[in-house]
C-alpha cells in the first residue's frame, strides 16, 4: 500500500467514528476533491497538532507517524477503539474530571468466582466484571486467586477518600496519591485496586502474573513506576483499568503499554475532529446504586 492510502484512508475513517453526533460542519478531515498531495499535507497538519497537544515524547509520536504512513494497523486501531463505548477510552486525569452525579446504570455488584472479593459491597460495570471473571478464572488456572480490594467509588465516596489523605499527609502530598472528587477512575466503574493496595504488591505472585497478562484480558495499568509526571500520580502497581481488549493491546502497541499516552491521543484527536469542544462524552442516565 502507498504512503497516501493509509493517511486518506484514516482521514476518512476517524471522522466517522468520533461520536461527534451534534456537528455542523465537517470534521477536520480531507476533503474528497483536493489532491493527494493536499490532503497528505492537510493530514499531516492535523496530526501533527494532535500529537503535540497530546505532549507525546518524539519517539512514541515518530513511530505513530510511521505506523500511519506504511500501514493500516493503527488506523483501523483506532477506528473500532472510537466506535466502542467511549467511557472506555474517556482520559480522566488531574485536567479531565467526570460529572458530579456521574453513576454508571449497568454496575453489578461482585460476589464469589474465581477471584477473591475483599469487602462486602464492590461493583464494577457489567462488561468490567465479566472480564473479570475471565481473567481471575486464567489465573486460577494457575493457581492463583485475584484479591479484588475497591472498585467503583461514588463521587462522594471520594471526596471523603481525598479528605482523610489531606488530613493525614498534607494536600501536596495527597495529590500525588489520591485523585480529587470527580478525577478519580474509580468513578468510572471500571476500575480496580488489587491485593494489599500497596507496592509490595508488584513482587507477589498475583502482582507478577496481572503486569504480565492483564492487557490481554483488556485491563491497564493506570499509574506505573516512573511516570508520575505524566500521569499526575506516583506508581500505583495495584490500580488497573479496564480499557477493552482492542485499546489495551493498542496501548501496549503503540504507546510502549502506557495508559496515559494512548487516552491523550485520543483525546486530542476527537478534539481536533469535533466541532463541538468537550472535554468528555455525555454520560449516560445516571443510576442509583
Same mark, same amino acid.
Given at each position: 500500500?502507498?504512503? %497516501?492510502?493509509?493517511?486518506?484512508?484514516?482521514?476518512?475513517?476517524?471522522?466517522?467514528?468520533?461520536?461527534?453526533?451534534?456537528?455542523?460542519?465537517?470534521? !477536520?478531515?480531507? *476533503?474528497?476533491?483536493?489532491?493527494?498531495?493536499?490532503?497528505?499535507? +492537510? @493530514?499531516?497538519?492535523?496530526?501533527?497538532?494532535?500529537?503535540? +497537544?497530546?505532549? $507525546?515524547?518524539?519517539? %512514541?509520536?515518530?513511530?505513530?507517524?510511521?505506523?500511519?504512513?506504511? &500501514?493500516? !494497523?493503527?488506523?483501523?486501531?483506532?477506528?473500532?477503539? $472510537?466506535?466502542? &463505548? *467511549?467511557? $472506555?477510552?474517556?482520559? %480522566?486525569?488531574?485536567?479531565?474530571?467526570?460529572?458530579?452525579?456521574?453513576?454508571?446504570?449497568?454496575?453489578?455488584?461482585?460476589?464469589?468466582?474465581?477471584?477473591?472479593?475483599?469487602?462486602?459491597?464492590?461493583?464494577?460495570?457489567?462488561? !468490567?466484571?465479566?472480564?473479570?471473571?475471565?481473567?481471575?478464572?486464567?489465573?486460577?488456572?494457575?493457581?492463583?486467586?485475584?484479591?479484588?480490594?475497591?472498585? /467503583?467509588?461514588?463521587?462522594? /465516596?471520594?471526596?471523603?477518600?481525598?479528605?482523610?489523605?489531606?488530613?493525614?499527609?498534607?494536600?501536596?502530598?495527597?495529590?500525588?496519591?489520591?485523585?480529587?472528587?470527580?478525577?478519580?477512575?474509580?468513578?468510572?466503574? $471500571?476500575? %480496580? &485496586? @488489587?491485593?494489599?493496595?500497596?507496592?509490595?504488591?508488584?513482587?507477589?505472585?498475583?502482582?507478577?502474573?496481572?503486569?504480565?497478562?492483564?492487557?490481554?484480558?483488556?485491563?491497564?495499568?493506570? /499509574?506505573?513506576?516512573?511516570?508520575?509526571?505524566?500521569?499526575?500520580?506516583?506508581?500505583?502497581?495495584?490500580?488497573?483499568?479496564?480499557?477493552?481488549?482492542?485499546?489495551?493491546?493498542?496501548?501496549?502497541?503503540?504507546?510502549?503499554?502506557?495508559?496515559?499516552?494512548?487516552?491523550?491521543?485520543?483525546?486530542?484527536?476527537?478534539?481536533?475532529?469535533?466541532?463541538?469542544?468537550?472535554?468528555?462524552?455525555?454520560?449516560?442516565? !445516571?443510576?442509583?446504586?
Amino acid at each position: 500500500m502507498n504512503k %497516501i492510502a493509509p493517511i486518506l484512508l484514516f482521514a476518512t475513517a476517524i471522522s466517522f467514528s468520533t461520536g461527534c453526533k451534534d456537528r455542523k460542519d465537517q470534521p !477536520a478531515a480531507v *476533503p474528497t476533491e483536493n489532491t493527494e498531495k493536499e490532503a497528505s499535507a +492537510n @493530514f499531516s497538519s492535523l496530526l501533527s497538532g494532535v500529537l503535540a +497537544n497530546a505532549e $507525546l515524547p518524539q519517539n %512514541i509520536s515518530l513511530k505513530i507517524q510511521e505506523s500511519i504512513a506504511t &500501514d493500516s !494497523a493503527f488506523i483501523q486501531a483506532v477506528n473500532i477503539i $472510537l466506535q466502542e &463505548d *467511549p467511557f $472506555l477510552w474517556m482520559l %480522566i486525569d488531574k485536567k479531565h474530571a467526570l460529572p458530579e452525579n456521574y453513576e454508571p446504570s449497568d454496575l453489578v455488584k461482585l460476589a464469589k468466582g474465581s477471584y477473591r472479593v475483599g469487602r462486602d459491597g464492590l461493583f464494577l460495570r457489567s462488561a !468490567a466484571a465479566a472480564s473479570l471473571e475471565e481473567m481471575a478464572a486464567a489465573a486460577k488456572s494457575e493457581k492463583l486467586t485475584l484479591t479484588v480490594s475497591s472498585t /467503583y467509588r461514588t463521587y462522594v /465516596y471520594q471526596v471523603n477518600v481525598y479528605n482523610r489523605k489531606v488530613k493525614a499527609a498534607g494536600q501536596q502530598a495527597a495529590d500525588r496519591v489520591s485523585a480529587r472528587p470527580g478525577h478519580s477512575q474509580h468513578q468510572l466503574g $471500571l476500575t %480496580i &485496586d @488489587f491485593g494489599s493496595i500497596t507496592n509490595a504488591f508488584a513482587q507477589t505472585t498475583e502482582g507478577r502474573w496481572l503486569a504480565a497478562n492483564a492487557s490481554r484480558f483488556g485491563w491497564s495499568l493506570s /499509574y506505573p513506576q516512573g511516570y508520575e509526571e505524566i500521569t499526575g500520580y506516583s506508581w500505583e502497581s495495584w490500580h488497573y483499568r479496564y480499557t477493552g481488549k482492542e485499546l489495551a493491546k493498542f496501548i501496549d502497541t503503540y504507546f510502549e503499554g502506557i495508559q496515559q499516552y494512548a487516552l491523550r491521543f485520543l483525546h486530542e484527536w476527537k478534539q481536533a475532529n469535533c466541532s463541538t469542544s468537550t472535554s468528555t462524552p455525555p454520560p449516560p442516565q !445516571a443510576s442509583q446504586i
